[in-house]
């Protein structure tokens, strides 16, 4: 491994630490750099400002320079973009719409799609159109990445129910969220439109944290005669394969 990949491997285990740092024990620990190595190239991280290195704790964390190239990379971060190709991929392989999606408070917003022309069905997802985020797939892998705080004030207000099957239940909610977190996907199972079921999964920005999530929608009655596997695992490595663009 060179000393390039070892800087970033120390420099993931300090950052992974959260606020609390990283000792020198656990930096070694966790990024399995050898002692003698790590000792030398912490002090050129905190020398150049990447890391940051607490006296009085003896703890290292993620220093100016970090934040000023998280910025940086951020702000220069299309996410439609950077999707789009993946969306197009996902499109191809299973035939069926596929859509993007971010949240804006408490709705979320079509970012981008990719449709047939003479697809059998239909959506109203047109770009820039707000949608509810309790009853699709995409509304739903953006809350699960709500904390707590936000996401008790996104559902201070009532649950409209779009369908039968609409989840207005705030528990029943909570606890499906807590299986969007789980399996890294949400399924809308006819929650907003009957007859349609979507599948979706998070979309991860330079910062590790979900920047939005991206779907595929398709017809109750595929799912009926032979369940949605294949969609499940192309939605969820179409996803992946987004983030690590980020």
């Not at 024990?25 to 940051?52: M, Q, Y």
């Not at 969306?87 to 191809?92: G, T």
């Amino acid at each position: 491994m060179s000393s390039t990949a070892k800087s970033f491997r120390l420099i993931e285990a300090v950052v992974g630490a959260g606020s609390n740092g990283a000792t020198f024990s656990e930096a070694v620990r966790e990024s399995g750099v050898p002692k003698s190595t790590a000792h030398r190239l912490l002090n050129e991280l905190t020398g150049i400002g990447a890391l940051r290195f607490d006296s009085d704790s003896k703890t290292y964390s993620g220093g100016l320079l970090l934040a000023r190239l998280g910025s940086a990379v951020a702000a220069g971060y299309d996410l439609r973009k950077v999707v789009r190709p993946h969306l197009e991929a996902l499109h191809d392989k299973t035939g069926h719409i596929t859509t993007l999606g971010i949240r804006d408070g408490g709705h979320g917003i079509y970012l981008d799609k990719v449709e047939s022309g003479d697809f059998g069905i239909r959506l109203h997802s047109e770009i820039g159109k707000a949608f509810p985020l309790h009853c699709t797939g995409i509304g739903k892998v953006l809350l699960s990445a709500v904390g707590k705080d936000e996401l008790g004030a996104i559902l201070r207000g009532k649950l409209d129910a779009m369908t039968i099957n609409t989840i207005t239940s705030k528990t029943r909610l909570r606890a499906s969220l807590e299986d969007v977190r789980r399996r890294g996907y949400a399924v809308d199972d006819e929650e907003i439109t009957r007859g349609l079921v979507c599948v979706a999964a998070p979309v991860l920005g330079p910062d590790g944290q979900v920047a939005g999530a991206l779907s595929c929608t398709f017809p109750t009655w595929m799912r009926d005669e032979r369940g949605m596997d294949a969609e499940i695992e192309a939605v969820t490595a179409a996803a992946a394969a987004a983030s690590q663009q980020a």
